[in-house]
């Protein structure tokens, strides 16, 4: 387990300039930049989260998720809008 350790440790100093810290997830979450850009625009997309048209509740959490990313100021800045 200590390589396993070490790689991601290494991977994460190698990548520091494109990670940031996300206050808008739970858990003091560090996110790639790509990926906030990805979550922003995502949430964009679909505005509406309704459990009863047949979502199934992988889909509802996935978007009750992005939910927190619609007004993110760091997203929207990333994303260049």
Same mark, same amino acid.
């Given at each position: 387990m200590g390589n396993g350790t070490q790689v991601a440790e290494y991977w994460l100093a190698e990548?520091?300039?494109?990670?940031?810290?996300?206050?808008?997830?739970?858990?003091q979450l560090k996110i790639l930049k790509n990926a906030c850009i990805k979550r922003y625009l995502a949430s964009q997309k679909d505005k509406s989260i309704n459990p009863v048209t047949g979502q199934s509740f992988f889909q509802y959490t996935v978007k009750n998720g992005l939910s &927190?990313?619609?007004?993110?100021?760091?997203?929207?800045? &990333?994303?260049?809008?």
């Open positions: 990548h520091k300039d494109a990670i940031i810290h996300c206050p808008y997830q739970p858990g &927190l990313c619609k007004e993110c100021p760091i997203g929207k800045s &990333l994303a260049g809008i």
